[in-house]
């Protein structure tokens, strides 16, 4: 019997395999080779589920937002404001994984200054973002968890901005900001952005 193999799995793996050699060797270095050794694959299987170098990077650049995705979806269902905290700080460059995925978002972000395609795809994935945290700030405003004199909208968009700002600094200077730091700095900035009264 042919053995049954699962495309979309497949296209995950070579995904997340892409994104572990981009955090490690950059995004120019990244070559289709290492790309299939990281996955176990040839690059004839890469190439058989992706049209090229371009698409197999745009693949680790969804894989990382997707994991953004699913902790600002974690924020759902939060309680009170030091849960939107706790959740915000997930998103930074802590541990191996966390410094990978900042690593592989800066060096997407740094080409989306000159290329409007894939700006409109790092502005679309924001919008995805802010949309969800606005979301759960409005639900606890609702549940009078949070004062209802903030805007939504606009502190979603401080907190994206905080996240970014330490996920930088953290990327660049990993020695100087440990993840105690970059918690504590993300406490003092958001907590005076989520009044509960």
Known sequence: MPKIIDHNARRRDIAKAAVTVIGENGIDNTRLVDVAREAKATTGAITHYFEGKDAVLLAALDHVAQ?????????????????????????LAIGDNGRRD???????????????????????????????????????????????????????????????????RASLDPDNWPPERQINLMRVMLRPLLPTT
């Open 67 to 91: 994991n953004i995705l699913l902790l600002v979806q974690s924020h759902e269902g939060v309680s009170d404001r030091e849960q939107i905290i706790d959740n915000s700080s997930l998103a």
């Open 102 to 168: 900042w690593r592989v978002w800066l060096a997407f972000f740094s080409r989306a200054v000159g290329d409007p395609a894939l700006a409109r795809i790092n502005n679309a994935y924001y919008e995805e973002f802010r949309t969800g945290l606005s979301k759960v700030i409005r639900e606890l405003q609702k549940n009078k968890k949070l004062s209802m004199s903030i805007d939504a909208d606009i502190v979603a968009d401080a907190i994206i901005t905080a996240v970014d700002g330490l996920g930088v």
